[in-house]
T-cell receptor
Framework: QQQVKQSPQSLIVQKGGISIINCAYE??????FPWYQQFPGKGPALLIA?????SEKKEGRFTISFNKSAKQFSLHIMDSQPGDSATYFC??????????FGKGTRLHILP | DTEVTQTPKHLVMGMTNKKSLKCEQH?????MYWYKQKAKKPPELMFV???????INESVPSRFSPECPNSSLLNLHLHALQPEDSALYLC????????????????FGQGTRLTVV
């Protein structure tokens, strides 16, 4: 019930391509869905987040798509660049609960 | 200032040592967190402080002792650690309104890379 399932575990994309990472959840009480980007040896940094009252949120090359009925959300990185190579964590939380992280996706963008 | 600052960046300690990790934020956040992260794994929550009071302890062994001296500072005191405690220790903070944590943004520090020998 508290899990957030993230896929794929690792992803290789050509420079300029679209990177897509998917997450699914069960707990309908979750009302906040952030994505974190983490470079080796650094702490996670909030990349973009969405609440379930919208189906899509875009910030620059990063877009979250949210499907409330399917309890799924995904991160799309358009025009992927080598500097986007990092580990990405999806997460979910509710007002009274801690943030639950997915297991992470290691993204590598080929130059 | 949107930074969470952690010191030291790296720490090597023996199993009989006592050391402390420090975390500081000046964003006015009243919720502060300690996470532990092993390689290729997501962060695992250890402790949550809300308004300088310990509100969540995720069944962490007593060899880890948190402290929140004021609204800007968070410490993690370490004593008699084991080699399996080697990990990246992350501090984070977020806003708090009334009785609810506002999970609108959680800011993480760069972490302390801890090695127990």
């Amino acid at each position: 019930q508290q899990q957030v399932k993230q896929s794929p575990q690792s992803l290789i994309v050509q420079k300029g391509g679209i990177s897509i990472i998917n997450c699914a959840y069960e707990n309908t009480a979750f009302d906040y869905f952030p994505w974190y980007q983490q470079f080796p040896g650094k702490g996670p940094a909030l990349l973009i987040a969405i609440r379930p009252d919208v189906s899509e949120k875009k910030e620059g090359r990063f877009t979250i798509s949210f499907n409330k009925s399917a309890k799924q959300f995904s991160l799309h990185i358009m025009d992927s660049q080598p500097g986007d190579s990092a580990t990405y964590f999806c997460a979910a939380s509710s007002r009274r609960d801690k943030i639950i992280f997915g297991k992470g996706t290691r993204l590598h963008i080929l130059p | 200032d949107t930074e969470v600052t952690q010191t030291p960046k790296h720490l090597v300690m023996g199993m009989t040592n006592k050391k402390s990790l420090k975390c500081e934020q000046h964003m006015g956040h009243r919720a502060m967190y300690w996470y532990k992260q092993k390689a290729k794994k997501p962060p695992e929550l250890m402790f949550v402080y809300s308004y300088e009071k310990l509100s969540i302890n995720e069944s962490v062994p007593s060899r880890f002792s948190p402290e929140c001296p004021n609204s800007s500072l968070l410490n993690l005191h370490l004593h008699a650690l084991q080699p399996e405690d080697s990990a990246l220790y992350l501090c984070a903070s977020s806003r708090y309104k009334g009785t609810q944590v506002l999970n609108t943004e959680a800011f993480f520090g760069q972490g302390t890379r801890l090695t127990v020998v």
